[in-house]
């Protein structure tokens, strides 16, 4: 490096004493020498960004001065480049460890999840170097006030600026690949998992009932159009208490993607390839691709409100339906979810209209959990092995949302109270007709044309990407703390 800075000055002074044809000739030399010497020096500070990240400045022993460039990423917060500094130093503690003959499965794992963070500082830290090399030389050459040096000087403000545009695109994925639009503790379940949906009339009486009948059409309509990803899912009634009037009490579905989940399988998408930021529009519909059947209707989980005047009344009611959206547990997997000595099962008569089998044979099927106390009762089917598997589905479906829930508190890693975490109990929606308006109380949007949103098949699609988005933000604000 030394000599190279030698030699640029050097070249300087012969283009001084040139002229003409030979003036030109020395330019060209002056320019490779000056950009060889750029590529040792920007080499240089890329090798020892990372290995001294870090030095104490002695006029100040609590003040940590960082040679990385991540500073230059004025969008991302000092708590978010602290975070992606430690990312980068266990990636290099991994590779150490690694080579030293540490497991390769466990340690292999862990290197994978930090490779592309890792792969964005080294980008970070070669930009950096090499415009910390440019301003260098850009005060050294106007320093010399040598009116020659003009197009030198120009030369690096442009090449300064090309180095100051690729920063965004880096920092918005490196964002990206801190805070992914999926919680990554969570994106097997959202992208994989089929669902099991409770749907229950609340306060409201019949009126109450026949909006639970819409809702389930609803939800039904959606699940044959696969969740807007393009392809058909399985929807099955697990159990249906109906009224006379064509309302429904209480209601269970088992929505299932066919063991496929999202359409196109998971992957990151919050940046584009040419590094452009993509439409809100074409990010929400990637999301929706690739949500499987529980990712995509886990925000329904809460109290809908109806407000309308009922067809037997000239007043304005307000009614509501409770919905428990639950990840379902695969066949092959509940007989470990639920062990023999924790289930209490009662087989009994069915109750209601039905054929011969009613009353007459012992084919209704209640199965209780008892450490929980979570009861599921099923009479659908003739066959008492059918109701026992559907109830033994529905059982484990709750036992296990109940467990993660829990597991969640004690974590102290619940979701935001403005996402909600299931709780029937919680308003999450209003639909109203004499307005014409559906609104939405945690992401604050509404839309016009109640009927239609509730029949084409398109409603829970309108909101949750609106809801993913907050669920991401909330991730962020906790890191930020």
Known sequence: TSILTATVAACRLAAKSCTGRRRN???????????????????????NAFSTQASIDKKDTEQIIYDDGLDQLTDLSLATQNRIRSMKARHDEVLRLLHE????????????????????????????????????????????????????????????????????????????????????????????????????????????CLFAAEIMAGYEAIAKSGGDGGKSWDIEVLSCSTTDLGGVKEASLAVSSRGGGGSYG????????????????????????????????????????????????????????????????????????????????????????????VNTTESAVRITHIPTGIMAYMQEERSQHKNRSKAMRLVAARVHSLRKQQALQERSNARSSLMGGGDRSERVRTYNFP???????????????????????????????????????????????
């Not at 000739?25 to 500070?45: D, E, G, K, P, W």
């Not at 466990?106 to 890792?118: H, P, T, V």
């Not at 920063?167 to 959202?190: F, Y």
């Open 25 to 47: 000739i020395q330019q060209v030399v002056t320019n490779r020498v000056f950009l060889q010497h750029r590529t040792c020096v920007a080499q240089i500070h890329h090798r």
């Open 101 to 208: 003959g540490g497991d390769p499965t466990s340690l292999g794992k862990e290197m994978s999840a930090l490779r592309e963070m890792s792969a964005y500082c080294e980008k970070v830290a070669e930009i950096h170097a090499e415009r910390t090399s440019l301003e260098d030389l850009l005060e050294e050459t106007e320093a010399s006030g040598d009116e020659d040096s003009q197009d030198m000087i120009d030369e690096i403000k442009d090449e300064l600026e090309e180095l100051k545009a690729q920063l965004q695109p880096l920092s918005r994925k490196m964002h990206k690949s801190l805070i992914p639009v999926l919680n990554p503790d969570d994106v097997e379940e959202l992208t994989s998992s089929d669902a099991v949906i409770d749907i229950r009339a609340g306060t409201g009486g019949d009126e109450a």
């Open 266 to 357: 998971y992957e990151s998408f919050d940046v584009s390839l040419d590094d452009k930021p993509e439409e809100e529009e074409d990010i929400a519909q990637k999301l929706l691709q690739q949500l499987g059947p529980y990712g995509f209707f886990q925000y329904e989980s809460g109290v809908h409100r109806v407000q309308r005047v009922p067809v037997n009344d000239n007043k304005l009611q307000t009614s509501a339906v409770a919905v428990g959206v639950l990840p379902a547990i695969p066949e092959s997997q509940v007989s470990n979810a639920l062990p023999p000595t924790e289930l209490k099962i009662d087989v009994m008569r069915a109750s209601g209209a039905g054929g011969q089998h």
């Open 435 to 481: 307005q014409d308006r559906i609104t939405d109380h945690r992401c604050k949007v509404s839309v016009q044309g109640v009927q239609s949103w509730l029949s084409d098949g398109s409603l829970v699609g309108k909101f949750a990407p609106h809801l993913y988005k907050m669920e991401r933000d909330d991730r962020t604000a906790a890191l930020e703390e």
